[in-house]
């Protein structure tokens, strides 16, 4: 290709990006970054979700001082896509188990804790994971406490198969929705979960193909830590226990990316997503909840985390907090 060319078909990109609007300036900036390519029409349908996704960003940022709103890789997605692909689009809380321990923190004076204080200092967190467009968030919340609670009795820190729950959990939905609690049940029935490396994560529910041999960890029962928003109860469990599970919701972090999650922000208590506590921290004067999601370590500024201002119930972090006994 001549110069003369080489310089014409420059010219005619500047005049091309010139001409677009600043918000398809973002959207093809959003379309380089996360690697994204669409037919000549659903550019348009994208471009414009993309666009109500700016204004909902917008509307999040005007309520909060603490956190910042913009674009993330989930921009070109509705509301209802987003909630299809990644929440648990029918969520049940569960009732009290009779084999369920309920947890309590010990009576007395609440103890000085330390300003922070996470598991992943203590080499029982595996890396962040991520469930891709399947709804199995709850299948991941349940494997990682396993991992974590079985590596703090004793083992060694196992990367274990939440493919196995939901292939085989047949009281959940697989990638249309499940709970920590029924999973629970699942795994102590079938005997344990076998390691990832045997039967590793495909991002879609198929044929059951558990295999007793490969199985990694085990669990005798499950607790309830707190299903009424008792956060002492849960500062307890994990400066003494372990890691949790918790559900919240989650429709706010579609375009949150970075700060701090607070009682202002919005965020609802209609639990649909669930994930892992790994401890406490502050940020920005305040103490925050650490929180590990399951939307890969590309989401968000943390390498996959976010963090939740403690003592609120934000975003319902309180409303179903369990977690494995081994």
């Given at each position: 290709?001549?110069?003369?060319?080489?310089?014409?078909?420059?010219?005619?990109?500047?005049?091309?990006?010139?001409?677009?609007?600043?918000?398809?300036?973002?959207?093809?900036?959003?379309?380089?970054?996360?690697?994204?390519?669409?037919?000549?029409?659903?550019?348009?349908?994208?471009?414009?979700?993309?666009?109500?996704?700016?204004?909902?960003?917008?509307?999040?940022?005007?309520?909060?001082?603490?956190?910042?709103?913009?674009?993330?890789?989930?921009?070109?997605?509705?509301?209802?896509?987003?909630?299809?692909?990644?929440?648990?689009?029918?969520?049940?809380?569960?009732?009290?188990?009779?084999?369920?321990?309920?947890?309590?923190?010990?009576?007395?004076?609440k103890p000085?804790?330390?300003?922070?204080?996470?598991?992943?200092?203590?080499?029982?967190?595996?890396?962040?994971?991520?469930?891709?467009?399947?709804?199995?968030?709850?299948?991941?919340?349940?494997?990682?406490?396993?991992?974590?609670?079985?590596?703090?009795?004793?083992?060694?820190?196992?990367?274990?198969?939440?493919?196995?729950?939901?292939?085989?959990?047949?009281?959940?939905?697989?990638?249309?929705?499940?709970?920590?609690?029924?999973?629970?049940?699942?795994?102590?029935?079938?005997?344990?979960?076998?390691?990832?490396?045997?039967?590793?994560?495909?991002?879609?529910?198929g044929q059951?193909?558990?295999?007793?041999?490969?199985?990694?960890?085990?669990?005798?029962?499950?607790?309830?830590?707190?299903?009424?928003?008792?956060?002492?109860?849960?500062?307890?469990?994990?400066?003494?226990?372990?890691?949790?599970?918790?559900?919240?919701?989650?429709?706010?972090?579609?375009?949150?990316?970075?700060?701090?999650?607070?009682?202002?922000?919005?965020?609802?208590?209609?639990?649909?997503?669930?994930?892992?506590?790994?401890?406490?921290?502050?940020?920005?004067?305040?103490?925050?909840?650490?929180?590990?999601?399951?939307?890969?370590?590309?989401?968000?500024?943390?390498?996959?985390?976010?963090?939740?201002q403690m003592?609120?119930?934000?975003?319902?972090?309180?409303?179903?907090?369990?977690?494995?006994?081994?």
């Amino acid at each position: 290709m001549s110069l003369r060319v080489c310089l014409l078909l420059l010219a005619l990109a500047a005049v091309a990006l010139a001409s677009m609007s600043p918000e398809e300036r973002q959207f093809q900036d959003f379309i380089v970054k996360y690697h994204k390519s669409y037919t000549p029409s659903e550019y348009q349908t994208r471009f414009v979700i993309f666009k109500q996704n700016l204004l909902v960003a917008a509307e999040n940022n005007a309520r909060s001082s603490h956190a910042t709103y913009g674009v993330t890789k989930f921009m070109d997605l509705s509301k209802e896509e987003f909630k299809a692909q990644y929440l648990i689009s029918n969520f049940t809380r569960r009732a009290n188990f009779d084999q369920a321990i309920k947890y309590s923190a010990p009576p007395g004076p609440k103890p000085e804790y330390p300003a922070s204080f996470d598991w992943n200092n203590q080499g029982v967190i595996t890396p962040v994971y991520n469930q891709g467009q399947c709804g199995s968030c709850w299948a991941f919340s349940t494997t990682e406490n396993i991992e974590s609670m079985w590596a703090i009795a004793g083992n060694a820190l196992t990367q274990l198969s939440m493919q196995q729950i939901v292939d085989c959990d047949q009281t959940d939905a697989g990638c249309n929705g499940g709970n920590p609690p029924t999973a629970y049940q699942y795994v102590m029935g079938a005997g344990g979960l076998d390691s990832y490396a045997s039967y590793p994560y495909q991002g879609y529910q198929g044929q059951c193909q558990f295999d007793p041999n490969n199985v990694a960890a085990t669990i005798s029962s499950w607790q309830w830590i707190t299903q009424d928003d008792n956060e002492n109860n849960m500062q307890s469990f994990v400066a003494s226990s372990g890691p949790p599970s918790i559900c919240v919701d989650a429709q706010l972090w579609q375009t949150w990316n970075g700060g701090v999650v607070t009682s202002s922000s919005g965020c609802g208590n209609s639990l649909d997503h669930c994930v892992q506590l790994t401890g406490w921290s502050q940020m920005q004067g305040m103490n925050v909840w650490n929180v590990r999601n399951s939307w890969g370590a590309d989401w968000g500024p943390y390498g996959g985390y976010i963090y939740l201002q403690m003592g609120y119930d934000v975003c319902g972090i309180g409303q179903e907090v369990t977690s494995s006994v081994v």
